[in-house]
């Protein structure tokens, strides 16, 4: 498309001539974003859309934190002492292809039981951090981010202090903010309140997180999303929730942030 071509766009759908991108549903997610009726954007054919974002804000247990195994057991173990039902490490694979309303039916949880068990949970939680590992390849993925110009956040419902010793056992401290939210059935809500808080936009800000609910959060605020695969929920059913993107690595990850960055950040990728 020409500069004059380019003009003739509505001015919603005029693109920067300096970054081009053109965001793409995932594969078998559905219709994308240049058809006609896109269910994400309701955009006319030839309407191109850009994402040009500097912060990028991280969720915590599943992105940055190998947790999966703590949380297994915190699962148990709580739910021993209130009498749920106990599952191997066969039924969990299982229920994590499982919506969350049924995953707590299926362990026989009241969902106003909920709030309660993660207060208890986070308290368990503290101590078990120190056997936590970073997800491989994150760390340098991090260290090539903030090196390429992008301001780092961690938005999380774990207690900010466990996070930042976490972060720094590991060589990981590059993130300008820790956030605490606790908004257990509302994660769009904590999301806006780090947008406000911090002076962002939706434009600004692109959120890399590995649950369902995490994509049905952003979508609910507008947020672009990049949904990590190697975390809690299995590849198939985030693909399913239809993510702005699913990365299947944190080298995918990377790749997709240096395509969504402002001229001046991210220029040379030299992870590979």
Known sequence: MNRMEEDKLPRRCQVSRILRVTLRATPDSGPGINDSRSPRTSAPIG???????????????GTLAD??????????????RH?????????????????????????????????????????????????????PGVREALLHLKAEGFVLHVL????????????VTHG???????????????????????????????????????EVRDVEACRKIGLPIISVAWGFDPAESLRRANPDYTADTPIDAVHMLEGVAPAGVGASLALT
Request: proline letters at 4%; hydrophobic letters at 40%; a positive charge.
């Open 172 to 210: 990981m401290d590059v993130f300008k903010t820790i956030n605490c939210e606790r908004n257990f059935f509302g994660k769009h809500i904590g999301l806006k309140r780090f947008l406000r808080t911090h002076g962002l936009s939706q434009k600004d800000v692109i959120y890399l997180a590995d």
């Open 83 to 135: 009498r749920y039902r106990q599952i191997d490490r066969d039924e969990l694979r299982q229920i994590k292809r499982l919506a969350y309303p049924e995953r707590l039916r299926e362990l026989g949880v009241p969902i106003t039981h909920v709030p309660f068990l993660a207060i208890e949970a986070r308290r368990e939680y503290r101590a078990k951090v120190s056997s936590l590992r970073p997800f």
């Open 67 to 80: 947790s999966e195994e703590v949380c297994f057991q915190l699962l148990n173990e709580i739910g021993a």
């Open 47 to 61: 309407c191109r859309f850009v994402i040009m974002v500097k912060h990028i804000v991280f969720d915590f247990d």
């Open 156 to 167: 999380s419902s774990n207690a900010v202090p466990s996070i930042r010793d976490f972060l």
